[in-house]
């Protein structure tokens, strides 16, 4: 899904016009209605979209939540970020 649908369908299901999205987050109407024809916002803009909805910015960009697992095993390691890739193995019993 596209930021502009994820957009959409979060005012929708909330109940905010452009003008009332605009007034709650201190983003013009205009830029709220650009990203709703698909113009980019900035990431100030979308951190600001993010926290006013209570979803996360990959929500907001992609539509769907990152899977909590994954993003659980992530890790700061000293100053390098780190990603362990664990491989599920079944054993199928007879």
Known sequence: MEFKTTLNSLMEKRGHSL???????????????????????????MMKLARFFGVSLDYLATGENPDPVEQMLKVHVHSGLYEVNIKKVVKEED
């Open 19 to 45: 003008g009332s999205l605009a007034k709650e987050t201190g983003i013009s109407k205009s830029s709220l209605h650009g990203y709703l024809q698909g113009a980019e916002p900035s990431l100030t803009n």
